[in-house]
């Protein structure tokens, strides 16, 4: 079973910036979309941005212009840089790795952000 690790999270206060990375090893990762949704306590888990395996991104209507994806294929990581982090961004942070055409889809186990003065 593949599991993907993410790391970067911690707790930061309102308006400073982290970078989340997540590693996925052992697929073919230039097939996979990938991407990062949140859950916070008592919350439904959201979307917060996606990097296609054809290139596009999205974002979530609350992290745009804020937040920004990337991916080095050549390391088979997905980063997420937040800045302007608000108090609103405190959740567990969840990477996930989708092959659309094969119906797969691997998760990480989460890392935590607290955005806290």
């Known amino acids: 079973q593949v599991q993907l690790v993410e790391s970067g999270g911690g707790l930061v206060q309102p308006g400073g910036s982290l970078r989340l990375s997540c590693v996925a090893p052992?697929?073919?990762?230039?097939?996979?979309?990938m991407g990062w949704y949140r859950q916070a306590a008592g919350k439904e888990r959201e979307l917060v941005a996606e990097s296609t395996s054809g290139g596009r991104t999205n974002y979530g209507e609350s992290v745009k212009g804020r937040f920004t994806i990337s991916r080095d294929n050549e390391q088979n990581t997905v980063y997420l840089q937040m800045n302007s982090l608000k108090p609103d961004d405190t959740a567990v942070y969840y990477c996930?790795?989708?092959?659309?055409?094969?119906?797969?889809?691997?998760w990480g186990k989460g890392t935590p952000v607290t955005v806290s003065s």
């Open positions: 996930y790795a989708r092959y659309r055409l094969a119906g797969i889809d691997h």
């Open positions: 052992g697929i073919i990762f230039t097939y996979y979309d």
